[in-house]
């Protein structure tokens, strides 16, 4: 069973919320709750409300039937949004401008633990 949860045109720069991303790949969803509450990162809340999302969604799609104890974060990934390009007013007449970047949130969650491929 995979539930997913998508978050698009979030007014974040992609590198800020891969940095938080990456630590919560491949773990429980409990411990990964857990961990994202003590983040001291604003990305940190977002995606802790993204999982939260694909879980409702995984226990809506099979009807009650899942164990959420037994989720974990099967793939998380981060994407780059729209760029809003602005202009900020400088000395002599110039301009110099601005990119308000955002990004796009993707996780999937799957009741089968992910296995580390062997080298």
Same mark, same amino acid.
């Given at each position: ?14 590198r800020k919320i891969s940095v ?13 709750? &857990? ?21 409702? &969604?995984?226990?809506? $799609? ?8 037994k989720l974990y974060v099967k ?12 202009? $900020?007013?400088? %000395?002599?007449?110039? %301009? ?8 796009? $949130?993707?996780?999937? $969650? ?10």
């Amino acid at each position: 069973m995979e539930a997913t949860a998508h978050l698009r045109h979030f007014r974040m720069a992609p590198r800020k919320i891969s940095v938080v991303a990456a630590i919560v790949r491949g773990m429980p969803v409990e411990a990964a709750i &857990n961990t994202l509450t003590w983040t001291k990162r604003a990305a940190a809340l977002p995606i802790k409300k993204l999982i939260e999302s694909a879980m409702a &969604n995984a226990t809506d $799609l099979s009807k009650g039937a899942v164990d959420i104890d037994k989720l974990y974060v099967k793939s998380i990934h981060v994407d780059q949004g729209p760029t809003q390009r602005r202009y $900020l007013p400088r %000395a002599m007449g110039r %301009a110099t401008p601005v990119h308000k970047k955002s990004s796009h $949130l993707h996780v999937v $969650l799957s009741d089968v633990a992910v296995k580390k491929a062997k080298k």
